[in-house]
């Protein structure tokens, strides 16, 4: 059950992109497509805002949308705003042991 | 509307117990997978446990290595409700624990699970200190 590597920390500008890595192994976000995104502000409930990959729940902004290459899952935010601050947390299948593997979380900061 | 709304944490002794509790309304309980996440401080998300609805896994459960043995995941799904029993509790377990839904869909009757978590509470603390 080992976590999946994610920056501790990124930032940008308000209207700026920014992207978000996820990095595991082929066992788990690059062999399966069951990759999903959290936010979470301070002191709330984390958030989902996109599963299997590149997929957005309804009412998530068209800012967010996430890809993956190979053994690497990215969630891009675009036009970020003020709101956007807050930790960002990636998961990953990684096999029937487990029901996901955490990321260990990334804190954005919008200048 | 759907909710979930966690309760029981609470300041504990290392080598105590403690029994959390999840109110889920507004949704068909039995016909998901249920889980527990936590935070702690200054630290990322850790999956807990998990435990499945009803058929065609009915007692399905799975914990992360750093609480088997210990932890324990019920549900009462005429009651609505998810429960973790924590014994023997340590310093490390301190944290918010998330009582979530594991998004899925049933066909006829029997429920499956994807890999996410869609709905979530806001949280109950635990903290285990002397």
């Known amino acids: 059950q080992s976590a999946l590597t994610q920056p501790a920390s990124v930032s940008g500008s308000p209207g700026q992109s920014i992207t978000i890595s996820c990095t595991g192994t082929?066992?788990?976000?690059?062999?399966?497509?069951?990759v999903s995104w959290y936010q979470q502000h301070p002191g709330k409930a984390p958030k989902l805002i996109i599963y299997d990959v590149t997929n957005r729940p309804s009412g998530i902004s068209t800012r967010f949308s996430g890809s993956k290459s190979g053994n690497t899952a990215s969630l891009t935010i675009s036009g970020l705003q003020a709101e956007d601050e807050a930790d960002y947390y990636c998961?990953?299948?990684?096999?029937?042991?487990?029901?996901?593997?955490f990321g260990g979380g990334t804190t954005l900061t919008v200048l | 509307q759907v909710q979930l709304v966690e309760s029981g944490g609470d300041l504990v002794k290392p080598g105590g117990s403690l029994r959390l509790s999840c109110a889920a309304s507004g949704f068909t309980f039995s016909n998901y997978y249920m889980t527990w996440i936590r935070r702690a401080p200054g630290k990322g998300l850790e999956w807990v446990s998990d435990?499945?609805?009803?058929?065609?896994?009915?007692?399905?459960?799975r914990y992360a290595d750093s609480v088997k043995g210990r932890f324990t995941i019920s549900r009462d799904n005429a009651a609505n409700s998810l429960y973790l029993q924590m014994d023997s509790l340590k310093v490390e377990d301190t944290a918010v624990y998330y009582c979530a839904r594991v998004a899925g869909h049933c066909v006829i009757t029997n429920c499956y699970h994807y890999y996410y978590m869609d709905v979530w509470g806001k949280g109950t603390t635990v903290i285990v200190s002397s």
């Open positions: 082929s066992s788990d976000v690059g062999g399966h497509d069951y």
């Open positions: 435990t499945s609805g009803s058929s065609p896994y009915t007692n399905y459960a």
């Open positions: 998961t990953s299948f990684a096999g029937s042991s487990s029901l996901v593997v």
